[in-house]
């Protein structure tokens, strides 16, 4: 009877068989290695030049640390709400536009340059005895002013063309007592710019920025926006105004962070008598603001 014929022995190549192990090796080691420094070291050379290329090997692991920049050298991304308090003027109340720490920030870049409010008109800058507040001009090249500057730039979207700019932004702060009577942003004509240019402008819109609340009253008054008797809506955010004991406007309490918006031009470049507002007395305790004032550009002085 014939022997069976006895196959040759099977040749293994220990590379391949390597590589095989490699393979099979590889969905448990990649978790347990991103885990632990030192089981990482103990992997074969060919896994770890997979898991860790050789621009970061000299960079232990442990040490590779991600540094988040501060507030003030980025604008980083920040979430608010709108709720429409009036479409005819439009008027917007913005819930949480600023941080409170971006609010201290912005009070921190202006406060040693407070200086009694005036008011501007074609003729010049006046003292007034309706505006009783300090204010202060913010540099443009701070970073949380250029943060703040863009958020309202975003927020204003297609109304703002990528020509147009802002005024110098404001803060203001008044004290017990302390007011800025009925006023508008706008200007009842439009003003030449400073810079040679001959440019004509308006403030196209406004924001209204709470940045400190410590006071009582010294809310923000419109009295002639309509909005609804039902005033729950506003769940203490604003109330009806009253004038001659009769509920008219709205008025709108400091509650830092918040701001309110609204529209000053109708689309010829003619101002809306109907945004005229004031920042009523404060009662007791300190109120801080700001104030940012996108323009708008008609043509030259002398076209």
């Known amino acids: 009877m014939a022997k069976p014929s006895q196959r040759p022995p099977v040749q293994v190549n220990k590379k391949t068989l390597a590589l095989k192990l490699l393979v099979l090796a ?3 080691a990649i978790p347990i290695a991103l885990l632990f420094e030192p089981v990482y070291q103990l992997l074969p050379s060919q896994l770890q030049e997979f898991l860790w290329p050789d621009e970061q090997t000299d960079t232990p692991f442990s040490e590779i ?3 988040s920049p501060p507030v003030s050298t980025t604008c980083e991304a920040h979430k608010y709400t709108t709720e429409i308090v009036s479409l005819d003027p439009l008027v917007i109340y913005i819930n949480n536009f600023t941080s ?3 609010a201290e920030e912005l009070i921190k870049a202006g406060e040693e340059d407070f200086e009694d409010s005036f008011i501007s008109r074609t003729s010049g800058l006046h003292k007034v005895t309706g505006r009783t507040s300090q204010s202060a001009p913010l540099d443009l090249d701070i970073p949380i002013v250029q943060c703040i500057l863009s ?3 975003t927020f204003l979207g297609t109304s703002m063309r990528p020509s147009d700019t802002f005024s110098i932004p404001q803060i203001v702060r008044y004290f017990p007592g302390q007011k800025y009577d009925l006023h508008t942003d706008f200007w009842p004509q439009h ?14 819109s406004s924001f209204f920025v709470f940045l400190r609340d410590n006071c009582t009253e010294g809310e923000t008054y419109f009295p002639l926006v309509d909005v609804l008797d039902n005033d729950s809506g506003f769940k203490g955010k604003a109330m009806r105004g009253e ?6 406007g709205v008025k709108f309490k400091p509650i830092t962070g918040n701001a309110v918006f609204w529209v000053n031009l109708d ?3 003619v101002g809306d008598r109907r945004v005229v507002h004031a920042g009523l007395p404060v009662g007791e305790g300190e109120k801080i603001g700001l104030n940012i004032w996108p323009r708008r550009y ?6």
């Open 26 to 28: 590889l969905p448990l």
């Open 243 to 248: 004038k001659d004991g009769v509920q008219q």
């Open 100 to 102: 409170h720490a971006e």
């Open 191 to 204: 003003q030449i710019t400073n810079d040679g240019s001959n440019k004509l402008f308006n403030r196209q």
């Open 151 to 153: 958020r309202a730039r």
């Open 298 to 303: 008609f043509g030259k002085a002398d076209d």
């Open 267 to 269: 689309g010829e470049g």
């Open 65 to 67: 640390v991600e540094e």
